[in-house]
């Protein structure tokens, strides 16, 4: 199985595509400050560069990508769909 997906702290809520993913692919996905590897399926189309929910997120629940808060989901997040700015807002402005 090949790495499609990038994270860069154990915590993150999110990984970064490398890949453009179809739905329901098994893929892996690397944690960069540990290289460990786990196995996630998409819920929907992702593509390249965007981000995909490792874990099921809340709405209102912080989003965690780099080890920080990157914004809050704005409804409920289920695991492998794609996580972007129709389900998410940033805390900083």
């Known amino acids: 199985m090949e ?3 990038l ?3 154990k915590n ?4 970064v595509a490398t890949d453009d993913l179809k739905e329901g692919e098994e893929i892996q996905v690397a944690f960069l400050d540990n290289n460990e590897k786990t196995k ?3 819920a929907e189309v992702i593509p ?3 981000k995909i929910s490792l874990k099921d997120i809340k709405k209102g629940e912080n989003v ?3 080890g920080e808060v990157i914004g809050a ?4 997040i289920k695991k492998g769909e794609h996580v972007h700015i129709h389900n998410i807002k940033s805390l900083r402005w």
Do not use: N, R
């Not at 993150?12 to 990984?15: H, K």
């Not at 989901?73 to 409920?76: E, G, S, W, Y």
């Open 3 to 5: 790495v499609k997906a």
């Open 7 to 9: 994270a860069h702290a």
């Open 12 to 15: 993150d809520s999110v990984a």
């Open 40 to 42: 996630i399926t998409t």
């Open 48 to 50: 390249l560069g965007h």
């Open 64 to 66: 965690i990508e780099y």
């Open 73 to 76: 989901a704005t409804k409920d």
